[in-house]
């Protein structure tokens, strides 16, 4: 059984979460006491003999965890609290009444995955999930559209589903989603072009602030004219590469003649 001050704090973090005025300071104080108040009452890692009230009460820290961390941009504590969620999820699934934050939480490790270019790991979490699910789960939807048009190179229709997110907590991920993009597109008009009006660079690279535009340009190098408003993109030499055609030819000759001698 968790002892009294143990579920005397749960109930209190419950309460501090939908608190508009908290300090996230204090959730993240309460997180570490619960932790370890669990962790001493051998009650963090669930086992057989776990009781019903057990398993609900250490599943929700670790799920409220989860959506601090993600509040916190802290993705490593994320992806601990969301490791940790996994045997319930899995092995106590049965035993425990569903819980209505856990798809959310499924929803956000996927664009996690996809932030970090993991198709494999996205794919593999996908199949373990029951079909009715991935057809009408909204909070699974978005991570599979996401990763649809990644592949499809249809980088606006991601940036427009940020604004379709299910919840604030997926902006995060998307935006991440978008810093990536963004390092690619920029990328590739290095290339084509010489330069670019900034309202031009503004659209391709889904920036809604000049302000951030310019930011960006300088961190990359850019050179922006601010009278003529156009971004002048610093080019890197390209490098020449001398073909030996000399003792291309000559090895050429030499195998011709010894291909003669073994005919």
Same mark, same amino acid.
């Given at each position: 059984?968790?002892?009294?001050?143990?579920?005397?704090?749960?109930?209190?973090?419950?309460?501090?979460?939908?608190?508009?005025?908290?300090?996230?300071?204090?959730?993240?104080?309460?997180?570490?006491?619960?932790?370890?108040?669990?962790?001493?009452?051998?009650?963090?890692?669930?086992?057989?003999?776990?009781?019903?009230?057990?398993?609900?009460?250490?599943?929700?820290?670790?799920?409220?965890?989860?959506?601090?961390?993600?509040? +916190?941009?802290?993705?490593?504590?994320?992806?601990?609290?969301?490791?940790?969620?996994?045997?319930?999820?899995?092995?106590?699934?049965?035993?425990?009444?569903?819980?209505?934050?856990?798809?959310?939480?499924?929803?956000? +490790?996927?664009?996690?995955?996809?932030?970090?270019?993991?198709?494999?790991?996205?794919?593999?979490?996908?199949?373990?999930?029951?079909?009715?699910?991935?057809?009408? +789960?909204?909070?699974?939807?978005?991570?599979?559209?996401?990763?649809?048009?990644?592949?499809?190179?249809?980088?606006?229709?991601?940036?427009?589903?940020?604004?379709?997110?299910?919840?604030?907590?997926?902006?995060?991920?998307?935006?991440?989603?978008?810093?990536?993009?963004?390092?690619?597109?920029?990328?590739?008009?290095?290339?084509?072009?010489?330069?670019?009006?900034?309202?031009?660079?503004?659209?391709?690279?889904?920036?809604?602030?000049?302000?951030?535009?310019?930011?960006?340009?300088?961190?990359?190098?850019?050179?922006? +004219?601010?009278?003529?408003?156009?971004?002048?993109?610093?080019?890197?030499?390209?490098?020449?590469?001398?073909?030996?055609?000399?003792?291309?030819?000559?090895?050429?000759?030499?195998?011709?003649?010894?291909?003669?001698?073994?005919?």
């Amino acid at each position: 059984m968790a002892p009294p001050q143990l579920v005397a704090n749960w109930e209190r973090l419950k309460a501090e979460v939908v608190n508009p005025k908290v300090d996230q300071k204090t959730i993240g104080q309460l997180l570490l006491q619960l932790k370890i108040a669990l962790t001493e009452a051998r009650l963090l890692i669930p086992s057989p003999n776990s009781t019903l009230e057990d398993l609900v009460i250490t599943r929700d820290v670790l799920e409220l965890g989860a959506f601090w961390s993600v509040r +916190n941009k802290d993705i490593p504590a994320f992806d601990r609290y969301f490791s940790q969620l996994q045997t319930f999820y899995t092995d106590f699934r049965n035993q425990l009444p569903p819980s209505p934050r856990e798809y959310p939480l499924i929803g956000l +490790n996927l664009i996690r995955l996809l932030t970090q270019n993991r198709i494999g790991d996205f794919h593999t979490t996908i199949e373990t999930l029951p079909p009715s699910i991935l057809g009408d +789960n909204p909070f699974i939807q978005h991570p599979v559209h996401l990763e649809r048009w990644l592949m499809e190179g249809s980088y606006n229709k991601v940036w427009q589903e940020r604004e379709a997110a299910p919840s604030e907590e997926y902006k995060f991920f998307v935006d991440s989603l978008m810093k990536t993009i963004r390092q690619e597109i920029a990328s590739c008009e290095e290339k084509a072009y010489d330069s670019l009006p900034l309202s031009d660079a503004m659209s391709l690279l889904f920036f809604t602030k000049q302000s951030d535009l310019v930011t960006f340009a300088q961190e990359r190098g850019w050179n922006v +004219n601010p009278s003529t408003q156009i971004i002048h993109f610093a080019r890197k030499t390209e490098e020449k590469i001398e073909i030996p055609k000399e003792k291309i030819i000559v090895n050429s000759l030499a195998y011709a003649k010894e291909l003669e001698q073994i005919v």
